[in-house]
């Protein structure tokens, strides 16, 4: 696990250390073979950063019980690897948190049943967690939500014409939703004022708007190694994200001359394209709108009760949004 986020929040990292034998239990899958790999990815789960945010808000409550809440976290652990598994079908990748993924020798059938069985243990832990119909009700609309992300995804594969705003929609489905969802129902769960719930799951969209365009920003500064997941494979799939859709606009002669060969991008061809991106100004544009997305998230942090809290929060949201290599 790489915790070491959550180093200088002790309190948090004394809720998450627990939450991992906990998802091992709960998503315990009878075929040996699906079970190993699902159980390797929850052990290399990287930073739990969802759960941890679902911690940090449930502390604004008045009256939190640990098994809800441990429920509560687990439910949103479940359904971010649900997606995860999805996705790795989807991409064609071999690996995913240095494991290799599911359809890597099981097949992509076998990969699509593991995810769509992990959605239905994700709303095991919501029943577990849940005071009443609404709380089940916020679930849905946002695994909805979720996964229409994903499917607009999917319609602006290849589209030369794609713009800002239809980016932005598409990653506050796939991403922003469940940094909301996380927020909100932390400090739901945790019996929290009603503004406080409202106000978390407007933290959390910020954070996940800006969280995902710095995740693709990595795509053109950082390495393999550090991001996890092959460079620019993304282009080749069709899959036009914030810096280049700066370039776009900026250079549409040039990178669309590149683009033009969609999969048939050589690695060469890829290269040149990553630095066209940079050096036209499309990462540091892309830097900019998260850096506001950023800057939103803390002024509404601000209007939160001045308590221990929200200081951690405030130092956290800093730190989760520097994410430059």
Known sequence: MTLHIWDDFPHIQEKLTPLTPYLLEAAQIKQPAVNQRVQALIQNGGKLVRAGLFYLFSE?????????LKAGAAAIELLHLATLIHDDVIDQATERRHTPTLQTGLGNRNAVYAGDLLFTLYFDQVLRSA???????????????????????????????????????????????????????????????????????????????????LDDILDYTGTQDAIRKPILQDIQQGIYTLPLLFTLETQPKAAKAFLSKQERLTAAELQELQQLVVDSGGVAQAQTMANELTDQALLDIQTLPDTRARVDLEKLTRRLLKRQK
């Not at 604004?60 to 809800?68: E, N």
């Open 131 to 213: 005071e009443s119909f609404e709380d089940i009700d916020t679930n849905v609309k946002a695994m909805h939500g979720i996964l229409s992300g994903e499917l607009d995804q999917y319609n602006l594969n290849y589209q030369l014409n794609e713009t800002v705003a239809q980016y932005l929609q598409e990653i506050e489905g796939k991403t922003a939703k469940l940094f909301a969802l996380a927020c909100a129902q932390g400090a739901k769960l945790a019996h929290a004022d009603e503004i406080i719930v409202e106000t978390g799951e407007q933290i959390g969209r910020s954070l996940g708007l800006a969280y995902q365009i």
């Open 60 to 68: 604004f409550g008045a009256t939190p019980d640990p098994a809800r």
